[in-house]
């Protein structure tokens, strides 16, 4: 099965721009959740899609926002860029039962100048 | 709200050694799954092992495994025969049961593993 996939890998944006990030789940997963990694905060969540409804949300501004289509494909969008949005963007697959361990992309890491 | 401890920032360990890495955690609830997740350089989040918490058994994947203190609220990762490839940073992770929460993993701040040849 292939893995967790997410694009693009790498992203530079300036300040006030926005920005969609991409994650195709394994193939069969309905849950995809999204987390944001930065050296001073850490790993932090952001949201989950499952069936293509949001499930759950962190604590984040309304600038960033999710959805899911029906093939489980998620998108990210974060709207008006602020330079300490630049971070790793990990997106997670799960099958969104039982034990739900999530299984995790490679990550973008997007760059806000 | 439930939080993730891993107190050592930092851990060093020789090739072929043992080591253990702590993680102590805070929740109200009874039931709930705790990971390990391993990062290497690639930062590639890789699943190392996992605990329900209704079970007593302290789960095992070939080297690693866990030593699961329910009432203490401990979940610590013991690495046997540490490789080369172990080294990385490793993160304890939370998970309720509750539906609604169920795709919300909470981390602790890392432990990153240097393994010496």
């Known amino acids: 099965k292939a893995g967790v996939t997410q694009t693009p890998r790498y992203l530079i944006k300036t300040r006030g721009q926005q920005v969609t990030l991409s994650c195709s789940p394994i193939?069969?997963?309905?849950?995809v959740s999204w987390y944001q990694q930065t050296p001073g905060q850490g790993l932090q969540f952001l949201f989950e899609?499952?069936?293509?409804?949001?499930?759950n949300k962190g604590n984040f501004p309304g600038r960033f926002s999710g959805r899911q289509f029906s093939n489980s494909r998620s998108e990210m969008n974060v709207s008006t860029l602020e330079l300490g949005d630049s971070a790793l963007y990990l997106c997670?697959?799960?099958?969104?039962?039982?034990?739900?361990?999530?299984?995790f992309g490679p990550g973008t890491r997007l760059t806000v100048t | 709200a439930q939080t993730v401890t891993q107190s050592q920032p930092e851990m060093s360990v020789q090739e072929a050694e043992t080591v253990t890495l702590s993680c102590t955690y805070d929740?109200?609830?009874?039931?709930?799954?705790l990971f390990w997740y391993k990062q290497p350089p690639s930062r590639q989040m890789i699943l190392v092992i996992r605990?329900?918490?209704?079970?007593?058994q302290n789960a095992t994947e070939n080297r690693f495994s866990v030593n699961f203190q329910k009432a203490a609220k401990s979940f610590s990762l013991k690495i046997s025969d540490s490789q080369l490839g172990d080294a990385a940073m490793y993160f304890c992770?939370?998970?309720?049961?509750?539906?609604?929460?169920?795709?919300?993993?909470?981390f602790g701040q890392g432990t990153e593993l240097s393994v010496k040849p």
């Open positions: 997670a697959s799960s099958s969104g039962q039982g034990a739900y361990e999530q299984y």
């Open positions: 992770a939370y998970r309720s049961i509750k539906g609604n929460q169920g795709g919300k993993l909470i």
């Open positions: 929740t109200s609830e009874s039931d709930y799954y």
């Open positions: 605990q329900e918490a209704y079970k007593q």
């Open positions: 193939s069969g997963h309905r849950s």
């Open positions: 899609y499952f069936s293509e409804t949001q499930r």
